[in-house]
T-cell receptor, first 114, second 114 residues
Framework: DQQVKQNSPSLSVQEGRISILNCDYT??????FLWYKKYPAEGPTFLIS?????DKNEDGRFTVFLNKSAKHLSLHIVPSQPGDSAVYFC?????????????FGQGTTLQVKP | DGGITQSPKYLFRKEGQNVTLSCEQN?????MYWYRQDPGQGLRLIYY???????QKGDIAEGYSVSREKKESFPLTVTSAQKNPTAFYLC?????????????FGNGTRLTVT
């Protein structure tokens, strides 16, 4: 049962344009959502997060949008740069008791063409 | 520099042998996690530990074992009972779960079993 889904395995955009990565979830108890960026043979690095009480969070070129009614999360990268080419994972947490474990989507490979 | 160290980066074993992957952190984090990455499946949780001398099974714990004797260390043993051990293994840590803090990852260990 995949609670966090990234339905697009890959995305290709031109340098300078907007990249939009999407993520859907099924568990209404998720209270915290994150995006991670991963290069091959390295660990994921944290990019940006959003609490379930907000609908938007911005950090430089990265903006995350949360639509709770649709159970949908998206990451916008503007403008896209070739160095943004990587695998992007969305993740979600359902905080219950004393555990904060994250559930990850399958990942979307972003390619930004010069 | 604070961070998470996983060693070795590449590991090769013969089928039927147990192997232990090392994970050390100097971030003073209470919680530590082991994830496994397979192509097209994202990151799946193997085991996690919220505090020293305590740990819980994740979604795919069968064939794995862990220990948490020290706050800084969370080694993972891949036993011969794990049917598909070849994968990229990622260790992570985080602060207190009641504070929304992201997971910090190490750079992973690529295990190949033949």
């Amino acid at each position: 049962d995949q609670q966090v889904k990234q339905n697009s395995p890959s995305l290709s955009v031109q340098e300078g344009r907007i990249s939009i990565l999407n993520c859907d979830y099924t568990n209404s108890m998720f209270d915290y959502f994150l995006w991670y960026k991963k290069y091959p043979a390295e660990g994921p690095t944290f990019l940006i997060s959003i609490s379930s009480i907000k609908d938007k969070n911005e950090d430089g070129r990265f903006t995350v949008f949360l639509n709770k009614s649709a159970k949908h999360l998206s990451l916008h990268i503007v403008p896209s740069q070739p160095g943004d080419s990587a695998v992007y994972f969305c993740a979600a947490r359902a905080y219950s008791g004393n555990t904060g474990k994250l559930i990850f989507g399958q990942g979307t490979t972003l390619q930004v063409k010069p | 520099d604070g961070g998470i160290t996983q060693s070795p980066k590449y590991l090769f074993r013969k089928e039927g042998q147990n192997v232990t992957l090392s994970c050390e952190q100097n971030l003073n984090h209470d919680a530590m996690y082991w994830y496994r990455q397979d192509p097209g499946q994202g990151l799946r949780l193997i085991y996690y530990s919220q505090i020293v001398n305590d740990f819980q099974k994740g979604d795919i714990a069968e064939g794995y074992s862990v220990s948490r004797e020290k706050k800084e260390s969370f080694p993972l043993t891949v036993t011969s009972a794990q049917k598909n051990p070849t994968a990229f293994y990622l260790c992570a840590s985080s602060g207190q779960p009641e504070v929304r803090s992201p997971l910090h990852f190490g750079n992973g260990t690529r295990l190949t079993v033949t």
